[in-house]
């Protein structure tokens, strides 16, 4: 298991010194410093715990991937959810809504810390819609499955893998979960959440449906007895998901601090650290080992979707979110086991 974060750990070991380096060149002293580290630390943990689900999830998508796209999410989907989501992100919020240059939006973050973190916080509603409408559809589409005979959460997933005979069950349920959220915000907010969460399902939808092509075309080529190399689909939809589990770290982040460089290298830190979990699952076989475990961590991204509709409305800590996640991957864990232990007995 030590080869498979070895990666991480170097990473983590440069990101801390580049933390400390920095955090001494900016306040000069060693308490200063060692907040700054703490901080950091801290970061890492938070992106580490509400991510986990995330890495299940990589890992039930790169297993059906060619090896080829998998090493190319590994790496380059590293650079994106790095560069993409931790630094670029925040900026582009900032310069929309500041009507200002990236340029600017960077030099307000460095120097304007305080207000860089208002603007992001400002955009929080239409984030939460998008985020939360693109994850919910992550969620529902894995339950709402009529081929889906394994079940964890028996009544309830049986029901809506029934339900799922009706075409577009899912999407309906998502819209009118998005309605009732915007009907409880005032005006403008109700509006720019409404039309995010409808992005949201249409960028989703987009990049399904482009996996489905991709695959089709995959299949005829294969009749064909040519070699295929396809994987753009998984690609894009796994990078778009990543981007989407990183909304809340990303605003959740601004609680501890409001420096960008010190936001970036604690969360980056994080991601790493899920990348390494995903490839350990993706190697080890470890969801096929474990029954329940996929359902576990959908469900959890059907929690995670909830609260960041919800968040448009009321705030919800970081710990929360983390926590139910961390509690319905482990059940679903606990069961997979105890399931383990019958079949082995019966057998």
Partial sequence: MLRQFRGSILFALVAFALAGWYGWSHTQSAAGTIET????????????SLSFDN????????????????????????????WGMYILFPLVIVAVAAQIGPVEAAHLSLEEPARYEAIVSSAHGSIAGFGGAFLGMVGLKFFFDEEKDVHWVRTVERFLSGVSTVRAAEIAVLLLALWAVSAQLPSPADHSFLIAGILGVVVFIAIDGLGTLMKKREERQRKAGA??????????????????????????????????????????????????????????????????????????????????????KIEVPETVTGLIGAVLIGFSLLWSVRHNRRDARSG
């Fill in 227 to 312: 070699l295929v190399n396809a994987g753009l689909g998984g690609f894009l939809y796994l990078n778009v998901l990543d981007a989407s589990f990183s909304f809340d770290a990303v605003i959740g982040a601004f609680a501890l601090s409001n420096n960008m460089v010190v936001i970036a290298l604690g969360l980056s830190i994080g991601a790493m650290f899920v990348r390494s979990m995903t490839v350990m699952l993706v190697r080890k076989g470890t969801l096929g080992e474990y029954r329940y475990l996929e359902h576990g961590a959908f469900w959890a991204i059907l929690a995670l979707a909830a609260i960041m509709l919800l968040s448009a």
């Fill in 55 to 82: 890495a299940v999830v990589n890992a039930t998508v790169l297993k059906q991937m060619d090896p080829v796209w998998q090493k190319r999410f590994l790496t380059w989907g590293m650079v994106i959810a790095v």
């Fill in 37 to 48: 580290l703490w901080i950091v630390l801290v970061l890492s943990v938070l992106e580490v």
